[in-house]
């Protein structure tokens, strides 16, 4: 399973927010999202994880000290640090909106800045192409998907009830690389219980419920010894058992096996993200 490529565009004009689409999908993006403000861009980041976004440094045309692409560039820094990469673009020249553009540069970094006068689609597409090369090392760039398991919970004490739970061959090495196997396309994760992310069922597999943003879905992670063979493969609704409604019908989307330990991926599509902490 591989995580789709997602681009942001925040701009408000609609002539340019189609050109900025279209140079997006060009450049290699499976999905590209507009917003024309603030409260959109807000929503869209609790859901989504974003490899690059392409930010209009004002949203009122009528406005030439709007900065609302920069107050949007904070949001997109505080909630995925660097690994988004940022374009800022902006149509005025005048003094106001360049002294925003640059002080936004230097507070919370860019990695491109482009005049929407001087656009030529052939270097904005290989730039954003350049930007999404590297999509998928950058999105594991803030946390391990063992950090993003553990969620709130004590990493030593959740590491040790694995441990025991699943005893792998190889210790943590197993663990560790069955984990990153699993879920590294599905990082980051919002947990259900962030301080007690994941919980042993009856028959024993260990069964966490989180939003992933990476595939803005909700999904379940089971982890299990290998003798635990025939679990989740005839009825996973049974073994998610009180974790998640009677209605939710888990979809299988990976399986991996380390070693003596496997793990399981599920889907959830009807669990929504307001059923997530913020």
């Known amino acids: 399973m591989k995580a789709p490529t997602r681009v942001l565009v925040v701009e408000d004009i609609e002539v340019w927010a189609y050109t900025l689409s279209r140079a997006a999908r060009r450049a290699g993006a499976n999905e590209v999202v507009v917003c024309e403000s603030l409260q959109m861009v807000a929503n869209e980041l609790?859901?989504?994880?974003?490899?690059?976004?392409?930010?209009?440094?004002?949203?009122?045309?009528?406005?030439?000290?709007?900065?609302?692409?920069?107050?949007?560039?904070?949001?997109?820094?505080?909630?995925?640090?660097?690994?988004?990469?940022?374009?800022?673009?902006?149509?005025?020249?005048?003094?106001?909106?360049?002294?925003?553009?640059?002080?936004?540069?230097?507070?919370?970094?860019?990695?491109?800045?482009?005049?929407?006068?001087?656009?030529?689609?052939?270097?904005?597409?290989?730039?954003?192409?350049?930007?999404?090369?590297?999509?998928?090392?950058?999105?594991?760039?803030?946390?391990?998907?063992?950090?993003?398991?553990?969620?709130?919970?004590?990493?030593?004490?959740?590491?040790?009830?694995?441990?025991?739970a699943l005893s792998p061959n190889g210790g943590v090495a197993t663990l560790y690389s069955a984990v990153s196997r699993l879920i590294s396309s599905a990082v980051p994760l919002v947990a259900k219980n962030p301080d007690s992310p994941m919980k042993a069922t009856s028959n024993g597999p260990m069964v966490g419920v989180y939003w992933s943003r990476a595939l803005a879905t909700a999904i379940a992670v089971g982890l299990a010894p290998v003798s635990s063979a025939a679990w989740g493969e005839e009825n996973p609704a049974e073994n998610l058992g009180p974790l998640v409604a009677e209605n939710v019908v888990p979809d299988l989307i990976d399986r991996v096996k380390e070693r003596n330990v496997q793990g399981w991926l599920w889907e959830l599509p009807q669990l929504g993200r307001d059923e997530f902490p913020a």
Not at 65 to 73: I, K
Not at 78 to 97: A, F, K, V
């Open 46 to 164: 609790r859901t989504a994880r974003f490899d690059v976004a392409i930010l209009d440094i004002g949203l009122d045309p009528d406005d030439e000290q709007n900065a609302d692409g920069a107050r949007a560039l904070e949001m997109i820094r505080q909630e995925d640090g660097g690994g988004t990469r940022c374009i800022l673009m902006t149509g005025w020249q005048g003094g106001d909106r360049m002294d925003l553009m640059a002080g936004a540069q230097q507070k919370y970094g860019v990695d491109w800045a482009y005049m929407k006068e001087k656009y030529e689609a052939h270097a904005v597409i290989a730039k954003l192409a350049e930007l999404l090369d590297d999509a998928s090392d950058r999105r594991l760039s803030l946390m391990t998907p063992m950090q993003n398991l553990c969620a709130d919970a004590d990493p030593w004490r959740f590491e040790g009830q694995l441990l025991e």
